[in-house]
């Protein structure tokens, strides 16, 4: 027999309350069984034919890729385990079809996993390199563990082994324990994936390697906390945890305003039907017995809603979230603002010269406030309606039975699904609108720019046409913008009133013939999902949220991270005898003849006069002594040290520049903060003596009513921004066309 009792599998799959044993075991293990045997030995093929080893060197042997080799090894041995004790000790002697089928099903599976296991961390195949397992398994560990999970749904089956009342039960429960933790621990190690070598065979340069979309979300997130732990307020700290506590309070609340919306129409029927005699003619109620209005559970409600305010979007728990996280999300904007900040600072004066300092600000305005709004958007608008539809499935699967769940857990996957597909279509098509917005603006302009070589060839007709053209492409992108969104509209009210009236069909049949409901369960049924589905409504918009706010980051850290990549295998400046040497260094041609180089060499107290030299070459020269322009040929070093290889902040600390004919300074600043720029509070006023004298500033300084206090305005053009006067080792004038080194 296939079955106990020569019973078919599939005209008993529902027994009792829960899934047949046969149906279960053979059906279901099948299905993961069918899975990987098709997609796992098409993938095994590819590697046996075109894969090659990984050197030894390269292959992971920590602790959680043994873990990993063993629960898979376990698991395999657990299916002859488990059918050998169905077969002794339980059904003794009775050989199930349906034993054998799953004994087989099951150890197969997982020797196949074992299998796409070693051949994803020990070889690879000639393509990009992943970091990660690949889909067939990912797909594969996931079917196991939500096989382990529908053993919740028979938790009142007579079958299964919940009760725990015979030796049967407790074997099959402890075996079943061992798969739910062991497929759950196979599962979430899966996705580390700690055998797949982070640096694959002969694609070992670090810059070349590409994130996944997954990595990269986890550095946003990593990065995101972090500037949640790394303040030093307590308070911050205890608004960010209160916020959570608030979060998790509120699907309870919104869970129990339902809860006692359903009791309370449930007592209003039955007090309405034990006071027949209380209605007055005119349809009014006048109760017998006052003291059974349900006063306590209207107030109850009413508290309830009052903290949800679900409603309105205004409730008193809402509310004070928003206000506890001002804090934690200005601490964040603080912290973000003042790293991204710095790195703005410590980029190169090329990509400086390159981009407006508007832009600068907004990267740094828009990178701190993105992380915040990350966060935000994350925890307060995607993590509660993720909890919700958990909260959800497993509700009406224990309060009503498992169809319940089944029907919103699919009405819910179709409804995110479409989402999520239409609202990234409906993106790029936003995208196709605003360059074809943009191309009609530019187009636009340019030719009323040029309306007089317009007019000198009579082409006032063909612009408009060409305007007119422009303008109906616009419009045309528009249309199939707004087709989009509302296609998305109508996909997601025709899925979330099907849903509803399935689900309103089937909980009237069971008040009306089973009587396994009351009319409160109804509404409760009903409410729920409406409230849920309002949620949903703005999924689209969190999602926009969520990649404009991952957007910004992604700027922004590109250029902090350019900073970090440009400053590895840097030194520091070791001042030593101050020498400074020019070896064959050009600027504009770097295949230029060697007679055009710069040559030149300074020794400690010499002074050498450069002749010959533009102002723009003088200019150069400036840069590149202070590294602030790297594109140069030849070699400049300072004490027999290439300046390519010093850190730049150390170089720029020693070494100060006069220019007095480049006149932008630091405006509305006194001319002492000028002089002092770079080594503020170290310098003496005995200092400044010597650096006004050094300069011949003596004549200009006595002339100024306050001296060295005197306010700096656009007017007095004598000192420049990039002039960084420190006490040094080496000074520089290049006041026609000379260079003074002094110690």
């Known amino acids: 027999m296939f079955c106990p009792s020569n019973s078919s599998v ?44 990984i050197d030894k060197e390269y292959l992971s042997k920590n602790f959680l890729f043994k873990l990993q080799y063993l629960l898979h090894f376990l698991l395999m041995l657990e299916a002859f385990i488990k059918f050998s004790i169905e077969t002794t000790i339980i059904e003794k002697n009775k050989f199930y079809g349906y034993l054998i089928l799953n004994c087989v099903t099951k150890s197969i599976s997982w020797i196949l996993a074992i299998v796409l296991v070693f051949f994803e961390s020990c070889k690879a195949l000639p393509s990009i390199p992943s970091r990660g397992h690949g889909l067939v398994l990912l797909i594969f560990w996931t079917l196991q563990l939500i096989i382990e999970n529908f053993a919740f749904i028979s938790y009142k089956g007579d079958e299964w082994f919940w009760k725990l009342d015979s030796k ?20 979430l190690i899966g996705f580390r994936a700690p055998g797949v070598p982070k640096r694959r065979y ?99 409600l009413t508290v309830l809603q009052f903290l949800d305010g679900k409603l309105i979007q205004n409730g008193f728990l809402n509310n004070l979230r928003s206000f506890l996280w001002l804090q934690v999300k200005q601490s964040i904007k603080k912290l973000a603002s003042k790293n991204i900040y710095f790195n703005v600072q410590k980029l190169s004066y090329n990509l400086h010269s390159q981009n407006e300092p508007k832009e600068f ?46 029907l919103i857990f699919l009405s819910l996957s179709i409804y995110l699904t479409i989402t999520i597909y239409i609202s990234e ?31 000198l060839n009579a082409t006032e007709y063909h612009e408009t046409e060409k305007f007119t053209k422009l303008g109906e492409q616009c419009q045309i992108a528009e249309t199939t913008t707004l087709k989009s969104l509302w296609f998305l509209n109508l996909l997601q009210n025709m899925v979330m009133n099907v849903s509803l009236l399935v689900g309103s069909i089937y909980c009237s049949w069971l008040i009306t013939t089973e009587e396994a409901l009351s ?50 295998n840097l030194k520091n400046f070791e001042y030593q005898n101050g020498i400074l040497r020019f070896e064959g260094v050009s600027f504009d041609n770097f295949a230029g003849n ?32 202070l590294k602030l322009n790297s594109y ?32 932008k300074l630091f405006h509305n600043e006194t001319f002492e903060f000028n002089l002092v720029y770079g080594k503020l509070g170290y310098l003496h006023y005995s200092d400044l003596e010597k650096i006004v004298e050094f300069a011949d500033l003596k004549q200009k300084l006595a002339s100024m009513e306050d001296g060295f206090k005197t306010i700096i305005s656009k007017k007095d053009n004598f000192f420049t921004q990039e002039d960084l006067i420190k006490r040094t080792h080496f000074l520089v004038d290049n006041d026609m066309g000379l260079i003074f080194i002094r110690i």
Not at 175 to 185: E, G, K, N, V, Y
Not at 386 to 403: G, H, K, P, T
Not at 598 to 607: A, G, L, M, T
């Open 632 to 663: 140069f040929s030849g070699m400049i070093k300072y004490d027999n040290q290439d300046v390519r290889s010093l850190e730049e902040e150390s170089l720029r600390r020693l070494i100060g520049l006069l220019d007095l004919n480049d006149i």
């Open 361 to 406: 600000y907004n990267l740094i305005n828009d990178g701190s406030e993105s992380i915040s709004n990350f966060l935000s958007c994350l925890l307060f608008d995607l993590m509660p309606m993720l909890l919700d539809i958990l909260i959800a499935i497993v509700y009406f699967m224990f309060l009503f039975n498992m169809w319940f769940s089944i």
């Open 425 to 455: 279509r409906r993106a790029k098509l936003n995208e196709v609108l605003n360059e074809r917005k943009n191309n009609l603006e530019k187009k636009t302009l340019e030719a009323l720019a040029n309306v007089k070589f317009v007019k």
């Open 594 to 625: 060697p007679g055009d180089a710069i040559n030149f060499s300074i020794e400690p107290d010499q002074k050498v006069g450069l002749t010959g030299c533009t102002s723009h070459e003088i200019e150069k020269i400036e840069e590149v002594m």
């Open 168 to 187: 049967a039960d407790k074997i099959r429960f402890s075996l079943w324990c061992f798969r739910f933790s062991a497929t759950l621990i196979c599962f």
């Open 519 to 568: 009319i409160g369960d109804f509404v409760l049924f009903a409410s729920f999902l409406l409230r849920l589905y309002s949620d949903l409504s703005s999924l689209g918009s969190y999602y926009k949220s969520i990649k404009k706010s991952f957007y910004d980051m992604e700027i922004a850290l590109n250029y902090t991270d350019y900073y970090l990549l440009k400053s590895r």
């Open 202 to 300: 002969g694609l070992m340069i670090e810059s070349q390697e590409v994130e996944s979309f997954s990595q990269k979300l986890i550095k946003r997130l990593r990065l995101s906390f972090s500037y949640i732990w790394k303040t030093e307020s307590m308070m911050t700290k205890a608004c960010f945890f209160i916020c959570l506590l608030i979060v998790l309070s509120l699907r309870v609340t919104s869970v129990m305003v339902s809860i006692f919306s359903k009791i309370l129409i449930n007592q209003m029927i039955d007090i309405r039907n034990n006071n027949t005699d209380g209605f007055e003619t005119s349809g009014n109620i006048v109760f017998d017995e006052p003291f059974k209005f349900p006063l306590l559970l209207l107030a109850t």
């Open 10 to 53: 599939f005209i008993n799959t529902w027994t009792n309350e829960g899934f047949s044993l046969c149906f279960f075991d053979s059906i279901f293990y099948t299905i993961s069984f069918g899975f990987i045997l098709l997609f796992g030995s098409i993938q095994i093929s590819f590697y046996v034919k075109f894969s090659n080893n």
